[in-house]
Structure formats: structure tokens, C-alpha cells
């Protein structure tokens, strides 16, 4: 049946649901690339919260949703900027999930990397020292789980150094008590406009230089890096001054299928939050590239990139919604409710737009129970036809 989507200028356009979805079964681990996603939590929908209360996380729907991608090959890059961290999850919440995800990991077998942050500060300034004990605190929780520890960006640090010295100092203090290596974040303003400036310069070379400086003192300690600017010139550049032996994992949500493919002279690995939704899809496209096949694996991959650069538009940050939304018409969860309420951060306009791109893509398992959930969405909104 046909469904009148609303576009951004006030006006329906008629959309013919597909009705079968692609065959996509789980398969062999992947042999050439590293790829995690970063994956969403799913809100306990019947919690009395506010926006500002702590989260409520529906456990059980949120560990299956990372089942479901270790099932398909993927690791699970847990309480990350998709788990909306700082954005409706708090350390508490997030500390939480670390456990939890990590321990079914261990059970099932999967791969797993967590965040570590310094989210638990109070918003007044902090000094150095602490944003080194909120990080130090952090880190014992991932590494006491046994999951690979991410170094996040921190507001807190982004807010409080006066330069590169800083960035050197808390870093190299990190690196240097880390039991295993660890993967650096760098997250663009884009993401979190607190972050502008990060590794003590808003020059992005300058700041390259520093970031690159962090890696050089302790390659010991950094099994890889996970960069987040949306720019694949940059990203290759950096890539190619990396000390052997440390990764660049990929957080470009614009330009993943040519990062990962790579060039003659090397690749990226894979932590992305498109990755979330495209999870099976993705896990497919990896297969091919192990075969050495590089035009089949962009021939899947290269389609999705109009769903992700929608979904990433600005403001970046909310491309949350879009996930969680994508996850709910996928039957991953019963409702489109989201931990801090931020299921009204996108306008119904993108979120069609969402559901017919993804619709096109032949994401979704049921085609029809999207296609149910939509119409719900816009009868709920008012759209009849």
C-alpha cells in the first residue's frame, strides 16, 4: 500500500514500500578488516524520567541488539557517542553498560571496546589532576570488565588545557598505566561542539601534529586510533604517519566504503555508528572484501552512503534519532522512545526520508512491520491521506 511521506517543504509524496528484504545471514568472522559498531542503548520506554533524569535502559532489548551484531561478525563499540553518551547517558548509566555488555560478550564470544571518558566531572571547570583521576577512574571500570578501553574525548579536558602540553601530559600519563593498548577517539566539533579545539589548537594540523606526537612517545600502548572529522583526505593523510603496528579505525560516517576499501598504500579498519543500522548489510560487505573483491564490496556499501550522510546531517550530534528510529521499524525494540527524551531531535520530514532510504536498501527484515510502524508514526503526527 502506498504511504504519503511528508518532505521538508510541507508537501506528501507518494512511496511504494518495497516487500522483501535483502537475504542477509550471519557468516565467517572477517579476515581483512577490524570493524566494530558503535551501538545504541534502547530506553525502557515504561520509566517515569525526565530529560534530565538518569537514564532508564531497557537491558534486555539493548544486550539483544548487540547479540544481533556480534552474530553477524561485528564487534560492538560500547557506550560511545551512539550509546549517547553525555547526550541522556551518564557515567553511572554508562559504567552500567559496560558491565553488562562486556560480560555478554565473554558469554557469546564477541568482540567489545568501551568508552572511557570523564563525564562523571561536574559542569564547573576542572583542573588537570581532575580530569586524570575521572579518566584513571573510568579506565579501571572497562579494563576490571575485560574489554578494550577506548580513550574518549573529554569536555572536561577540551575546556581545561591551555595548549598541546596539556593534551601531552594527561594522555601520556593515561598511556603509560594502560595494561593493554588502548584506541584513541578523536571526535570533530561536529559532533560535540565542546570538543572544538581538541589536542589544544583549532588549526587541524597543528592539532594532527599533536595527536600524532601522543601516539609517537607510547606506540607500545595504542593498538589504533578512531577518527572522527568526516574528512577522508585528512583521515588518509593521517593514517600514513601512523607508527607501524597502530590501526586507524574509521569514524567517518561520510566516506566509510572508499576509507575501508583503502588504496595502495593502506586502508582504514572500521568503528562507525552507521554501522548500528547497517549492521548485517555491512557485516556482508566486509565478506566480499575478504575475497579481495574491492568493486563488489563497494558495489554493496557505496548505496548506503545517501542513508548515513542523511541521518549525520546537521546538527551531526542528533544523528542518534535517526539510528534508534531505524532500529525500532526494524523490530530490534517495541517503541521509538530514546533515554533523554531525544526522540524529538529530528523532525518528521527526516525521519521519513530515513525510513524510505533505508526501505530502498532493503535494511529492514520485516518489511512490512516497517512499513506498519511508519504509517503509525504519521498517523500520529497527523498525516492522513
Known amino acids: 500500500m502506498t504511504l504519503h511521506l511528508p518532505d521538508a517543504h510541507g508537501a506528501l509524496r507518494a512511496y511504494e514500500p518495497r516487500t522483501e528484504p535483502l537475504a542477509l545471514t550471519p557468516g565467517t568472522p572477517f579476515t581483512s578488516r577490524t570493524v566494530f559498531s558503535a551501538a545504541h542503548v534502547v530506553a525502557d520506554p515504561y520509566a517515569d524520567t525526565t530529560p534530565d533524569s538518569p537514564a532508564a535502559v531497557d537491558w534486555d532489548a539493548t544486550l539483544a541488539f548487540r547479540r544481533h551484531l556480534w552474530a553477524h561478525g561485528l564487534g560492538v563499540a560500547e557506550a560511545m557517542d551512539t550509546a549517547q553518551r553525555g547526550m541522556g547517558l551518564d557515567w553511572a548509566g554508562a559504567a552500567e553498560l559496560i558491565r553488562r555488555s562486556a560480560a555478554e560478550a565473554k558469554a557469546t564470544g564477541g568482540r567489545i571496546a568501551c568508552g572511557v571518558g570523564t563525564d562523571q566531572l561536574p559542569g564547573a571547570p576542572a583542573t588537570l589532576a581532575e580530569v586524570r583521576t575521572a579518566y584513571e577512574e573510568q579506565l579501571a571500570v572497562v579494563e576490571e570488565s575485560g574489554a578494550r578501553a577506548i580513550l ?4 572536561a579536558l577540551a575546556a581545561t588545557a591551555r595548549g598541546p602540553e596539556d593534551y601531552l601530559e594527561v594522555y601520556g600519563h593515561l598511556l603509560r598505566q594502560a595494561a593493554e593498548p588502548v584506541i584513541l ?18 588549526d587541524l594540523d597543528a592539532a594532527t601534529d599533536t595527536f600524532l606526537d601522543v601516539i609517537a612517545a ?18 588518509i593523510d593521517l593514517r600514513r ?15 566509510y566504503p572508499e576509507l575501508i576499501a583503502g588504496d595502495d598504500q593502506g586502508f582504514s579498519h572500521a568503528l562507525l555508528g552507521i554501522f548500528d543500522p547497517l549492521g548485517p548489510l555491512a557485516a556482508e560487505a566486509v565478506r566480499v572484501l575478504d575475497t579481495g573483491d574491492t568493486d563488489g564490496f563497494r558495489a554493496l556499501l557505496d548505496p548506503t552512503v545517501e542513508l548515513s550522510r542523511h541521518l549525520f546531517q546537521a546538527p ?10 531505524l532500529a525500532w521499524l526494524a523490530g530490534h525494540q517495541s517503541h521509538f522512545a530514546m533515554v533523554g527524551g531525544l526522540q524529538s531531535a529530528r523532525s518528521l520530514p527526516h525521519l521519513a526520508r530515513a525510513y524510505e532510504l533505508a526501505d530502498r536498501l532493503g535494511l529492514f527484515p520485516d518489511p512490512k512491520l516497517a512499513e506498519d510502524r511508519m504509517r503509525t508514526l504519521l498517523h500520529l503526527y497527523g498525516v492522513t491521506p
Open 218 to 235: 607510547h606506540p607500545d600502548k595504542v593498538d589504533g586510533i578512531k577518527v572522527s572529522l568526516l574528512e577522508a583526505r585528512r583521515e
Open 241 to 255: 604517519r601512523l607508527p607501524k603496528g597502530v590501526r586507524c579505525y574509521t569514524g567517518d560516517d561520510f566516506n
Open 185 to 202: 577517539h578523536w571526535l570533530g566539533p561536529m559532533f560535540d561542539p565542546a570538543l572544538e579545539g581538541y589536542w589544544g589548537s583549532s
Open 152 to 155: 574518549m574525548a573529554s569536555r
Open 316 to 325: 551531526t550530534r542528533f544523528y542518534k534519532t535517526g539510528v534508534v528510529f
